[in-house]
């Protein structure tokens, strides 16, 4: 294996890849009936990763993929929605060059790509150059629009993902919402992937029935990696670069990183660079001070955030402790509820069974090292 196999926060769909069988033959059978379909997880969980994974597979799609983190306007969304088109016949910043008249469509495209010129001509590039006195409202419709265009004009199907979908509320309103809803409900041609790091805000606007995606896709909630997938990826690699792990060692790796796949795939990347013969009680010590270490900046942000709310940070210590937040005897019972509700909501804190839990395990047992 080479210098740099792990890479730090890069979303994974090579052979690093592991688990996730079951969501990855969900996310074939909706999208193969040309279904919609809403990932929901907390940041790290692996949404970015499943996707990426399924489409490395996807051969006879037009593929289109947006991280809406991205981009600062409406008008730049738009403009890389109708540039991930033309990438998928092999046009590199397709906006930029037919603004400065390098595209030449009819003819070039044409002879490119079996295209049917007549649409994209008709509905299309005659708009690009009009973009200026297009709102931007209506500039990122028309770019919705134009994908389900430019996918009959191909006769293919298209995927749409768009990663961190929750951040267009921060650009529309929800009039634009509906309107959008209204055209891509519509679409024969185009399936959606949307996910989302704020499970109470993802929740909210495809399970509320006054959110104008109600209803629109299939959800999937995405948990933890399962821990038999994790080990069995584990033995693979330990065996391959002839380290000796027990089973008990690699349930413990599972455990402290809460099955969370960030974690799980940090510790193996330090395993791997450190490479012990044998992995010992102390190399796993060493390897979660390090998982530690490496998220300590972030995670000082996290409780930089949480303290400027007042008792933000002592709710979420109490549950990192496994207390129950209701015994914190500080503020009233009221007001605990309004601040666990909008935890959840920022998915810091999931609603289990039997209480709330830390969706990031190692943040809790960061807070228990740090505060106590
Ligand atoms: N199925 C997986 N197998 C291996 N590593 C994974 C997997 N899913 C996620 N990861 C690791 O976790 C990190 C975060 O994953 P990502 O897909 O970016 O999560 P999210 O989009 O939910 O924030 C990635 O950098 C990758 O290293
Ligand atoms: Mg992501």
């Given amino acids: ?20 069988k079951k969501e990855l033959a969900q996310l074939e059978f909706f999208l193969h009936n040309n279904q919609s379909i809403v990932i929901i997880a907390p940041r790290k969980y692996g949404k970015t990763s499943l996707v990426k994974k ?5 051969t006879d799609k037009l593929i289109i993929e947006i991280d809406l983190m ?17 990438e998928n016949i092999g046009t590199k910043k397709a906006i930029h060059q037919m603004k400065s008249g390098m595209l030449s469509f009819s003819k070039k495209l ?4 079996k295209i049917n010129m007549g649409v994209l001509e008709l509905e299309g590039l005659e708009r690009f150059f009009h973009t200026d006195v297009m709102s931007e409202d209506e500039y990122l419709l028309y770019a919705f629009e134009f ?7 191909t006769g293919k199907k298209a995927i749409f993902f768009i990663d961190e979908f929750a951040e267009l509320s921060k650009f529309s309103d929800t009039a634009i919402m509906g309107q959008l809803r209204s055209i891509i409900q519509h679409q024969q041609h185009t399936a959606y992937i949307f996910a989302g790091s704020q499970p109470t805000l993802m929740n909210t606007l495809f399970l509320d029935k006054n959110e104008p995606f109600f209803k629109f896709a299939t959800v999937l909630t995405l948990g933890a990696i399962d821990e038999k ?24 790796i599972y455990t402290f990183c809460g099955g969370v796949a960030y974690y799980l795939s940090l510790s193996m990347m330090f395993l791997w660079m450190m490479k012990p013969s044998t992995c010992t009680p102390q190399i796993i010590d060493e390897v979660q001070s390090k998982v530690l ?20 940070l002592e709710i979420v210590l109490t549950i990192a402790n496994g207390t129950n937040p209701y015994t914190l005897k500080t503020t009233q019972r009221q007001n605990i509820n309004t601040i666990l509700k909008s935890l959840e909501l920022d998915g810091v804190i999931l609603k289990k069974t ?15 090292t740090v505060m106590g």
């Fill in 70 to 86: 991205r981009y600062l306007s409406k008008k730049e969304i738009a403009d890389a929605v109708i540039d991930k088109c033309y």
């Fill in 293 to 312: 270490e490496v998220s300590a900046f972030g995670f000082e942000n996290e409780i930089i955030a949480l303290k400027r709310r007042k008792y933000f």
């Fill in 229 to 252: 997938s994790f080990s069995q990826y584990a033995r693979m690699l330990f065996e391959k670069e002839k380290m000796i792990c027990d089973d008990s060692t690699i349930s413990d």
């Fill in 110 to 113: 044409a002879s490119m790509v």
């Fill in 147 to 153: 994908v389900e265009k430019f996918a009959l004009s």
């Fill in 1 to 20: 294996m080479s210098g740099g196999y792990f890479e730090i926060g890069k979303p994974v769909s090579d052979e690093r890849f592991f688990g996730r």
């Fill in 354 to 368: 039997d209480g709330f839990v830390l969706s990031d395990t190692v943040f809790g047992k960061y807070l228990r």
């Fill in 54 to 58: 399924y489409l490395s597979c996807v």
